[in-house]
């Protein structure tokens, strides 16, 4: 529950496990990694002048 807990989706999790489909413990060992660049994909969308931009 700890992904969850964290502000992943399961549609996150389900695309990191697709993406490491054919050497699933590679999912596991990059975790991590994985944590960190979706926490920074979004925080760059955060800020990003199109998402603030008026409509």
């Known amino acids: 529950m700890f992904i969850f807990t964290q502000g ?11 993406e490491h489909r054919l050497f699933p413990e590679n999912a ?3 975790v991590e990694a994985w944590i960190a660049r979706i926490r920074e994909d979004k925080q760059k969308a955060k800020y990003s002048w199109v998402h603030n931009a008026p409509a």
Do not use: D, G, Y
């Open 8 to 18: 992943f989706s399961p549609a996150e999790v389900l695309s990191h496990l697709i």
């Open 28 to 30: 596991v060992t990059n």
